[in-house]
C-alpha cells in the first residue's frame, strides 16, 4: 500500500514542479517558482493550494505573465494549483 501524502500545512514553504505551468498563462514557464502555501482547499485527488509567491520569484516573474494577468485582472503574485504541482523546500 503507497504511503499516504501529507497535505502541507499554510505556511510551509514550496516549489513547483518540472513541468508545471500556470493555468490562466500556460505559455509562461514556471518551473521552480516557490513561495508559501497561504491555504488549502478541497481534499484527496481534488486537493488545492492556494500560494503565495516568495520575492525572488516575483523579481524574475517574466514582464508577459505580469501583463496577462493584469489585462486578466489577475492578481499575479498568488495562484491556486493542484497539490501535485508543487514540493515541500523546507
Not at 27 to 35: I, L, N, P, Y
Not at 45 to 74: G, H, K
Not at 76 to 88: F, G, I, Q, R
Amino acid at each position: 500500500m503507497p504511503a499516504k501524502k501529507t497535505k502541507l500545512a499554510a505556511g510551509a514553504r514550496i516549489r513547483l514542479k518540472p513541468d508545471v505551468k500556470i493555468p490562466e498563462v500556460p505559455e509562461v514557464d514556471a518551473q521552480g517558482w516557490s513561495g508559501r502555501i497561504v491555504e488549502s482547499k478541497g481534499r484527496g485527488a481534488s486537493l488545492q493550494y492556494i500560494i503565495e509567491w516568495d520575492e525572488e520569484t516575483e523579481a524574475n516573474m517574466p514582464r508577459e505573465f505580469v501583463e496577462a494577468c493584469e489585462q486578466a485582472s489577475l492578481f499575479y503574485k498568488m495562484a491556486c494549483l493542484p497539490h501535485t504541482d508543487v514540493e515541500a523546500i523546507d
